[in-house]
């Protein structure tokens, strides 16, 4: 993919207790997110992602958000902090840290746990920080405040990056169900207090955000897909992201009441649900899942 603006010069030297925001990804597109934070020399990412090529890209596999920025600057990177486990937010992290393998890497239990994988494929072990809602995490000149946000995938995380040049709060990936598998809503109160203590920029990142309604809740899929597992005589096939535990937890339920049997295809499905089963988000009941 050809650079947008290739005349564009490098940025100038930061002035002191100045932060800046370079997108390398994500604007305009779904897929490749990814967000550089410079605050006194040091640098913050947030997100890492990928972008799946279209129909006019054939022999594409995957798209990288733009690394040249970063080409000098390897040794600056403090950390980087994942919103939640979806590829476009967390595939090309093993790209990047073939340039230098011991970024730190901050994420909730799952996002973590889907991430890992991808290292040991490539043979680079990465120093992994945990972090849950409500926690802060002082990283270099960053101070971070991670928020619960509801997304199709559990563990998803906002973050209040807080420097003495002011607060930004990115939402991540989110949106407002009200009634979510897991009982975890996007968490407005927290919102609401970090807007009274002043937030100077507000990073908001949803996917058809610009779309006029009302998100449909995950629950209200499932007499849909409940109909057509139960009166489907023959095979039910049914696509999914891989990372879709929510979705495939209400297939999953479905299933069991019309007593059928569920099995998973592709690689990353089977280990991404493995995954989640261990760790307790996806709920199977005992002989429903066969190879």
Do not use: W
Not at 30 to 35: E, H, V
Not at 140 to 157: K, M, W
Not at 158 to 180: W, Y
């Amino acid at each position: 993919m050809n650079h947008p603006h290739p005349g564009l010069p490098y940025p100038s030297k930061l002035a002191k207790k100045t932060l800046r925001i370079v997108a390398l990804g994500g604007l305009g597109e779904i897929g490749r997110n990814m967000t550089v934070f410079e605050y006194e020399g040091r640098l913050l990412i947030v997100d890492c992602g990928v972008l799946f090529p279209g129909d006019d890209q054939p022999g594409i596999d995957l798209i990288l958000p733009d690394f040249s920025y970063l080409k000098d600057r390897m040794n600056d990177i403090e950390a980087i902090f994942l919103t939640h486990g979806h590829e476009d937010h967390i595939g090309a992290v093993p790209y990047l840290l073939r340039e230098r393998s011991d970024i730190r890497i901050i994420g909730s239990k799952l996002t973590l746990a889907f991430v890992t994988p991808k290292l040991k494929e490539r043979r680079i072990t990465a120093p992994m920080t945990q972090v849950k809602a409500g926690q802060i995490e002082k990283v270099g000149p960053f101070t971070l405040e991670f928020v619960t946000v509801n997304h199709s995938i559990p563990d998803s995380l906002a973050v209040a990056i807080k420097t003495e040049a002011g607060v930004v709060l990115h939402t991540g990936d989110f949106k407002m169900d009200k009634m979510p598998l897991d009982g975890k809503v996007t968490d407005l109160e927290t919102f609401a207090r970090l807007g009274k203590e002043g937030v100077d920029l507000f990073l908001v990142d949803s996917t058809n955000a610009d779309v006029p309604g009302l998100t449909v809740a995950e629950k209200d899929i499932y007499p849909a897909l409940k109909e057509a597992i139960a009166r489907t005589p023959r095979r039910v096939v049914v696509t999914s992201f891989a990372s879709h535990v929510h979705r495939i937890q209400q297939v999953l339920n479905a299933a069991q009441e019309a007593n059928r049997k569920v099995a998973y295809v592709g690689r990353s499905m089977v280990r991404n649900m493995k995954l989640a089963e261990d760790l307790g988000y996806l709920k199977v009941p005992t002989g429903l899942v066969v190879d």
